[in-house]
């Protein structure tokens, strides 16, 4: 092993620099080679690829977004893909590739792996759905940026009495609306894994209000409904004052925090630890605070699965 490469692919997540970085400056102080390949697979097919040096990582810790930009590349599922792929590394003489990015990033590292290609998957995305770790980068971030939003509008909602829904990112995940509704005391918690009741929902905000409480929080996770259809719904059951917001992508950017820094700096080194062993088909990730590596293909197999107990804590504190 002489020389890795590194890609970002997918949506974005925060801490997806630091965890650049960290394979840079890992691989560097063992000796290889590191190059970039920008635009995630497409810029790999097309040979976007380019060396990067100690500087070229330095003042990124700090930075959201991927400084190696990114881009959906569905055409890389083909054989015709990957092959072009893998012509294009072997052009450019590199031995093992670091992806990070979620679930459809690490089906192209799977895919390399099984043509005979070493590749090591890190977990990047915000929706927190890749198995196989407790978290994944960017979900910290993320999470601290719905709350600091959940809590400002919990003020106005305040101020003026109304229900406030609160629209989040999780197309199949419910994570994020989850661990911000709980830690934001949402009074109902909308998620894609289980489903709910409007009667249910109707009947706590119809309890709040006779003993007095004059505002309500729902975070409604986007992969379920869009807010604005839960508030056409729950306008059927009465005028609860109902204002939407949708958080968007705003939830995707921003300077990452402490614990997704040094959570990508962690899995960033050992995945170069893992080339260095020429190790591939492996997924990084933490498990109770420890480093791990899964078979890539046992986490693609293995579903994301919801804390339960957190969800009915929730539902209990909101009362």
């Given at each position: 092993?002489?020389?890795?490469?590194?890609?970002?692919?997918?949506?974005?997540?925060?801490?997806?620099?630091?965890?650049?970085?960290?394979?840079?400056?890992?691989?560097?102080?063992?000796?290889?080679?590191?190059?970039?390949?920008?635009y995630g697979f497409l810029g790999l097919v097309n040979g976007d690829i380019h060396k990067l040096e100690l500087g070229s990582v330095g003042d990124l810790v700090q930075r959201g977004g991927t400084f190696l930009y990114s881009a959906r590349y569905p055409e890389f599922a083909t054989e015709e893909g990957q092959l072009k792929g893998i012509e294009q590394l072997k052009k450019h003489q590199i031995d093992g590739l670091v992806v990070i990015g979620g679930d459809g990033s690490y089906h192209g590292a799977e895919a390399l792996t099984?043509?005979?290609?070493?590749?090591?998957?890190?977990?990047?995305?915000?929706?927190?759905?890749?198995?196989?770790?407790?978290?994944?980068?960017?979900?910290?971030?993320?999470?601290?940026?719905?709350?600091?939003?959940?809590?400002?509008?919990?003020?106005?909602?305040?101020?003026?009495?109304?229900?406030?829904?609160?629209?989040?990112?999780?197309?199949?995940?419910?994570?994020?609306?989850?661990?911000?509704?709980?830690?934001?005391?949402a009074e109902a918690i909308i998620v894609p894994e289980?489903?709910?009741?409007?009667?249910?929902?109707?009947?706590?905000?119809?309890?709040?209000?006779?003993?007095?409480?004059?505002?309500?929080?729902?975070?409604?996770?986007?992969?379920?409904?869009?807010?604005?259809?839960?508030?056409?719904?729950?306008?059927?059951?009465?005028?609860?004052?109902?204002r939407v917001t949708v958080l968007g992508h705003v939830q995707r950017g921003g300077?990452?925090?402490?614990?997704?820094?040094?959570?990508?700096?962690?899995?960033?080194?050992?995945?170069?630890?893992?080339?260095?062993?020429?190790?591939?088909?492996?997924a990084v990730g933490i498990r109770e605070n420890k480093i791990v590596e899964n078979d890539i293909s046992e986490v693609l197999k293995e579903k994301h699965h919801l804390n339960d107990d957190m969800l009915k804590l929730a539902s209990i504190l909101s009362i």
């Amino acid at each position: 092993m002489k020389r890795i490469a590194i890609l970002t692919s997918g949506g974005d997540a925060p801490g997806m620099n630091a965890a650049a970085r960290a394979v840079v400056r890992k691989a560097i102080y063992e000796g290889l080679e590191v190059y970039g390949i920008n635009y995630g697979f497409l810029g790999l097919v097309n040979g976007d690829i380019h060396k990067l040096e100690l500087g070229s990582v330095g003042d990124l810790v700090q930075r959201g977004g991927t400084f190696l930009y990114s881009a959906r590349y569905p055409e890389f599922a083909t054989e015709e893909g990957q092959l072009k792929g893998i012509e294009q590394l072997k052009k450019h003489q590199i031995d093992g590739l670091v992806v990070i990015g979620g679930d459809g990033s690490y089906h192209g590292a799977e895919a390399l792996t099984k043509r005979g290609f070493p590749t090591i998957g890190i977990p990047g995305t915000i929706d927190n759905d890749i198995s196989g770790t407790d978290f994944t980068i960017g979900f910290d971030t993320a999470l601290n940026t719905v709350l600091d939003a959940l809590d400002k509008i919990r003020d106005t909602a305040t101020s003026h009495e109304r229900t406030f829904i609160i629209e989040v990112m999780g197309r199949d995940a419910g994570d994020i609306a989850l661990w911000s509704g709980l830690a934001g005391g949402a009074e109902a918690i909308i998620v894609p894994e289980l489903e709910f009741s409007m009667d249910d929902i109707v009947g706590r905000l119809n309890k709040g209000r006779e003993r007095g409480k004059k505002h309500s929080i729902i975070v409604v996770a986007e992969g379920v409904m869009s807010g604005n259809e839960f508030a056409e719904r729950l306008a059927q059951y009465g005028d609860y004052h109902a204002r939407v917001t949708v958080l968007g992508h705003v939830q995707r950017g921003g300077s990452p925090t402490a614990f997704d820094r040094v959570l990508a700096s962690r899995l960033g080194a050992h995945a170069v630890d893992l080339l260095l062993e020429n190790r591939g088909g492996l997924a990084v990730g933490i498990r109770e605070n420890k480093i791990v590596e899964n078979d890539i293909s046992e986490v693609l197999k293995e579903k994301h699965h919801l804390n339960d107990d957190m969800l009915k804590l929730a539902s209990i504190l909101s009362i």
